[in-house]
């Protein structure tokens, strides 16, 4: 099955590494992958993006390229981590697509110092006007029960993962959690993907 | 490839790490002090037979542009590949520049590759054509090749043909630059251009996909990733004519004109230059062809930015209309949601407990109510620009902000004059700048943020590091050293985050006359993570007037109701704001000891 997925959030919220989880999982399967991402300047707490297109095959062909960005209204699920940010990527849902996301707002600093407003609520209101099928991560919680603030990234794969819209096997997640991180942080990286809250 | 050179740069950076990662162990790599170093280096290993590459961003080829104007002269014996990554948005660069239209200047070769799998299939063929024509090539992927990913098949290293290099073999007649042989290269290289465009025209990259179904008399012409959203646009249906061009220069003028063949319009989809579009124009003229060529020059397509999918798209559409051809098959742009809440603002700033937050701040506390001028750099500290430290009042390139402050000191001579420049900017181009001011007599304090990496970029480390990108622990260069040995009497290191001593040593050394330098040392927190207890509000004491979050900006930083509160996750426990809680109602941060 092709996919097309969108990650979405605040430069430093661990969206590359979700999105590469994805990618090992697929390649893996032996399936085409392809992302693009913004990296460097807006990783200091701008907004990050990252875009992955999977296909069950690759033609081997000079003249067949596939484009790295997904066009809007293509992407079959967004995964959000900051209701802001996932309403910033909306737009390239598909009419009847899946978006697995953060509650939590991360404030920006240009509204704490007043020169902008930020009214996470209105997002959360938006976005259950507008999606159709949303499944809502309660942050706090999860990563209370938890105990480690640092694996939303991980909570909210594991969310999006159980809705089918990923389309890799939750077995080639971890086998590539497994690849990427240091043992000492496997058993809370696998529980945070197992959260079901 | 035998010998590999960069400065780090968005989005070239990943280059040399991957190949320092991957590196089989007989390949050399290094971080050069800046991209005029690295472009030298790899010019003296390409005379001595070797495949070498350097790696830059796009205003990293302006550094490199004198060695390389030269060296396409000279020519070169083993295959040199330079990298050069483009950046159309821009998305982290200071400008919008366009390495074809760069190759046509420099007269060297350029291969713009469409997609990652591309791009490591072409650059083994750009090494063999730079070899057999004995001249350096451009390679100039841009950020969604760079940036892109995508499961490729590579060959193992077992499986790569090495090449012993010849060596270099002393010929003066060659390799050394003087007029004569500059008259004869120049005419030898106008005919080389000219003969490769026919090269080109049989290079299968360089390809026209005949048009389908109810398409006839127009065409569409693009280039590089843009192809890749054509293609997709055209989302399986009937398409026009396409001519995709990979080898912008020398311009594959043979394969244009079997592509213009009985076309009445064509549109071109570029980013940055319109290339292809002045290409095809030319040709037009050239052979009397009645064809009306469509892009950028005829506000057919933005003149600036990074397309999107969606923009090609509609690029499409209009032109189809235009054209009399039905644009059902090209999806249509989705429109607009006018009732999308108001979106957070949300733009880069300074991590939580960045030391360049404290220095910054220490100068602004220290100068407070004096006329000043702060000259910013490149580097994460451009990021000083933001409310509301709004300590940047210009930024122009990699060193410049020495000199613009010398020079603004000189037109205004009662303005206190700041430079701040990292240690990675510093040791790329801020030496030279600080000897001519100091040789010039400029009154100016020169603040060197030296956070010990080149942050911006992923961490790199550079001179004044002590490690190479091989993992050889070598000599560090001191900046200290540098400074003195220029011959600067004041050179004062500080750690910002110490605000009452850091302001106390600014206000002394800013009223010192000459060129003076602070040099602000803390290590970057990202790379150093520092092992430090958080700091956190006391509600009690708390008195929610703010000034932390009003003077500081930091995104650890937040109100809890009407009192200030910490983010823990985002906390370094830096203490900037402890120290200057008027009411002392912030503790716990400050190292573990």
């Known amino acids: 099955m092709n996919k097309n997925i969108v990650f979405c959030g605040v430069g430093g919220q661990g969206t590359v590494l979700a999105s590469r989880l994805v990618a090992d999982a697929a390649m893996k399967e032996n399936r085409h992958v392809m992302t693009a991402e913004t990296i460097g300047m807006a990783q200091r707490g701008g907004s990050v993006f990252s875009h992955m297109r999977i296909d069950d095959k690759q033609e081997k062909s000079l003249t067949v390229v596939r484009s790295p960005l997904v066009a809007r209204g293509d992407a079959d699920l967004i995964i959000g981590f900051e209701p802001g940010e996932t309403v910033r990527q909306l737009p390239y849902l598909k009419k009847d697509g899946w978006v697995v996301t953060s509650t939590r707002p991360v404030q920006p600093v240009s509204a704490m110092i007043g020169l902008s407003s930020y009214d996470s609520e209105a997002m959360i ?46 077995a080639d997640i971890v086998e590539a959690l497994h690849a990427r991180l240091t043992e000492k942080v496997w058993e809370v990286n696998e529980k945070a993907l197992a959260y079901a809250g | 490839m035998k010998f590999c050179a960069g400065y780090p740069g968005t ?151 090495y090449q012993e290099p010849e060596g270099f073999k002393k010929d003066a007649s060659r390799w050394v630059i003087f007029p004569k042989l500059s008259v004869r290269a120049h005419a030898e290289i106008e005919k080389r251009n000219a003969a490769l465009s026919d090269t080109l025209s049989s290079y299968d990259r360089n390809f026209i996909l005949p048009e389908t179904g109810k398409f006839r008399k127009i065409g569409i012409a693009t280039h590089g990733v843009n192809y890749a959203y054509t293609t997709d646009a055209f989302a399986g249906g009937d398409h026009p004519r396409v001519l995709r061009v990979a080898t912008p220069f020398p311009f594959p003028e043979k394969k ?6 009985g076309l009445d319009e064509v549109l071109c989809i570029e980013e940055l230059d319109p290339v292809i579009e002045r290409a095809l124009v030319f040709l037009c003229g050239k052979h009397h062809l009645s064809v009306t060529i469509r892009g950028k020059m005829s506000g057919n397509v933005k ?231 958080k700091s956190h509000v006391d509600p009690d004491k708390c008195i929610g007037c703010r000034k932390c979050i009003r003077e500081l900006g930091c995104p650890a930083l937040v109100m809890d109701g009407e009192k200030a509160a910490i983010d823990p996750s985002q906390c370094t426990g830096c203490t900037l704001c402890e120290q200057i809680c008027p009411v002392g109602a912030i503790s716990g941060g400050g190292k573990n000891e």
């Not at chain 1, 938006?126 to 099928?133: E, G, P, T």
């Not at chain 2, 083993?78 to 200047?105: C, N």
């Not at chain 2, 090209?330 to 733009?347: M, Q, S």
């Open chain 1, 125 to 170: 209101s938006y976005l259950k006007k507008h999606v159709a099928h949303l499944i809502l991560v309660d942050a706090d919680q999860a990563l209370a029960d938890i105990g480690n603030p640092r694996v939303l990234n991980i909570v909210l794969l594991g969310a999006a993962i159980r809705t089918g819209e990923v389309g890799v096997e939750p």
């Open chain 2, 11 to 161: 989005p070239s950076t990943e280059i040399l790490e991957t190949i320092a990662k991957r590196n089989p162990g007989n390949v050399y790599v290094e971080w050069s002090v800046n991209e005029k170093a690295g472009m030298e280096a790899a010019a003296g290993a390409a005379l001595s037979g070797a495949r070498a590459l350097v790696t830059m961003k796009q205003v990293g080829l302006n550094v490199a542009s004198d060695p390389l104007m030269s060296l396409e002269y000279i020519g070169v014996k083993g295959g040199m590949v330079i990298v050069v990554a483009d950046d159309p948005g821009p998305i982290s660069s200071q400008t919008e520049q366009d390495t074809r239209t760069f190759g046509m200047f420099s007269k060297v070769p350029v291969f713009d590759p469409s997609s990652v799998h591309e791009a490591y299939e072409m650059i083994q063929e750009a090494f063999a054509f730079s070899e057999k024509y004995h001249t350096p090539v451009f390679f100039r992927p841009t950020t969604r090749v760079d940036h892109g990913y995508e499961s490729i098949s590579v060959e193992e290293p077992e499986e790569y043909v």
């Open chain 2, 256 to 261: 244009a004109l079997e592509f213009l063949d």
């Open chain 2, 303 to 533: 003149l600036s930015g990074e397309n999107s999918v969606d923009e090609v798209r509609s690029y499409l559409r209009k032109f189809y209309a235009e054209t009399g051809f039905s644009a059902d098959d090209v999806p249509a742009e989705i429109p607009a949601d006018d009732a999308v809440p108001p979106l957070p603002v949300r733009p880069p700033v300074l991590c939580a407990g960045c030391p360049h937050r404290a220095s910054f701040y220490a100068v602004k506390v220290a100068m407070k109510g004096r006329k000043t001028l702060y000259a910013g750099d490149i580097g994460c500290y451009t990021l000083g620009n933001a409310h509301p430290l709004d300590m940047t009042d210009t930024c122009l390139c990699m060193g410049a902000g020495i000199n613009m402050a010398q020079g603004v000191n000189r037109i205004e001579p009662d303005t206190r004059a700041f430079a701040f420049v990292g240690d990675s900017t510093f040791f790329a181009s801020g030496i030279t700048g600080t000897i001519n001011a100091f040789y010039n007599q400029a009154d100016i304090t020169l603040c060197v943020l030296d956070n010990s990496t080149t942050a911006m970029t992923g961490h790199q480390p550079h001179p004044g590091t002590g490690r190479t990108i091989m993992g050889d622990i070598v000599e560090a260069v001191s900046i200290e050293n540098v400074l003195r040995g220029i011959g600067l009497t004041t050179v004062e290191t500080i750690n910002p985050l110490d605000l009452d001593h850091a302001v106390e040593v600014i206000r002394r050394v800013a009223d010192e006359p000459g060129v003076k330098a602070i040099i602000f040392r803390s290590p970057c927190i990202v790379k150093f993570r520092p092992s430090s207890g």
